[in-house]
């Protein structure tokens, strides 16, 4: 029985199409490939120890985007530490959200910098909306290792078969899975509430929704 929901943040609850065309813009005005900069910023191994917080943002800054900086329009700088600042918070979700919390547990589990903490902080949409908050920075774990699921769960006091993972990365929910957690793959706050809705019509899982 599921008696939880785990969602991840960047992607579930916020609209990304500002950050990506901006990162996009910056990939033009250097010549780059599009894509690079957002792959530069947030993928490959810096990005890995920074979500891990194994290097701080300010190192993760001097690798991958401080020698940018002065070919680049002064908002570049706004990204160090800050991946979500052009974001726009998803008010469907939030909304489904909302309505989940009357009958589950929420956790937020996210991939993200230490200073998500203080963003939640400062959304009143979105705070307060979450029983657990699981960074990987400040954990030193990240997604899709098993183990930042299983501490999410260990958080909820809950079993990982419990639990139902919201996330928009299929290697995330394919982690999860294996673990025997069930999951929807996040496209959109209609999408997964048609998904809830449907398990709940075919009762192979019984989810509560209103």
Not at 43 to 57: D, K, N, R, V, Y
Not at 152 to 175: F, I, M, Y
Request: hydrophobic share 45%; charged share 25%.
């Amino acid at each position: 029985m599921i008696q939880a929901v785990i969602f991840d943040f960047g992607g579930v609850f916020t609209h990304g199409e500002r950050s990506y065309t901006r990162l996009r813009e910056f990939d033009a005005l250097l010549g780059w490939p599009s894509g690079t900069m957002q792959n530069r910023l947030f993928a490959g191994e810096a990005w890995e120890l920074a979500s891990t917080g194994i290097i701080s943002p300010e190192e993760h800054w001097a690798r991958v985007g401080a020698e940018l900086e002065s070919r680049l329009p002064p908002d570049f700088f706004r990204f160090k530490g800050d991946p979500f600042h052009l974001e726009v918070i998803n008010d469907d979700i939030v909304a489904v959200a909302q309505r989940l919390r009357s009958h589950y547990r929420l956790a937020l589990c996210s991939n993200a910098l230490p200073g998500l903490a203080d963003l939640l902080g400062e959304l009143p949409e979105v705070k307060g909306l979450f029983d657990v908050v699981v960074i990987s920075a400040l954990v030193g774990l990240r997604k899709p290792d098993p183990r930042i699921f299983e501490l999410t769960t260990e958080w909820l006091g809950l079993p990982l078969t419990a639990c139902l993972l919201v996330d928009d990365k299929e290697r995330n929910v394919r982690a999860a899975e294996a673990l025997g957690m069930p999951t929807v793959l996040f496209r959109s706050a209609a999408q997964l509430e048609a998904t809830l809705r449907a398990r709940l019509e075919a009762r192979s899982e019984p989810l509560r929704f209103e």
